[in-house]
């Protein structure tokens, strides 16, 4: 059973920066894809950003490209989100979604497409 565990929210001032980390555990086979999503309260979960961890292709919703940047570091299976320049509007709770090996990934921002989640950190950015 694929486990993920989100850590490195906070809270910043607007301009600031934030590295969200997602750690994962018990697969045996690498993840189609990885990505995160956020929710603001009273809000629906929106799709961030995914990563392909077998090339290293990358999607970004509009928002966020050019402040934000996902990466992996596979040594330590571990999921990376850079968010710099953050803006009030960033502020939500952030999660991190892999879709199983072997699952389908041609929807990145669909996040029932996703299979395991991790339990979600808290971003704040006050203006």
């Known amino acids: 059973q694929v486990h993920l565990v989100d850590s490195g929210g906070g809270s910043v001032q607007a301009g600031g920066s934030l590295r969200l980390s997602c750690a994962a555990s018990?697969?045996?086979?690498?993840?189609?894809?990885m990505g995160w999503f956020r929710q603001a309260p009273g809000e629906a979960r929106e799709w961030v950003a995914t990563?392909?961890?077998?090339?290293?292709?990358?999607f970004y919703i509009d928002s966020v490209k050019g402040r934000f940047t996902i990466s992996q570091d596979n040594a330590k299976n571990t999921l990376y989100l850079q968010m710099n320049v953050l803006r009030p509007e960033d502020t939500a709770m952030y999660y991190c979604?892999?879709?199983?090996?072997?699952?389908?990934?041609?929807?990145?921002?669909?996040?029932?497409?996703?299979?395991?989640w991790g339990q979600g950190t808290q971003v704040t950015v006050s203006s």
């Open positions: 979604a892999a879709v199983r090996y072997g699952g389908s990934c041609l929807r990145v921002s669909v996040a029932n497409d996703y299979n395991y």
């Open positions: 018990g697969y045996t086979h690498t993840p189609r894809c």
């Open positions: 990563l392909y961890p077998d090339d290293g292709t990358t």
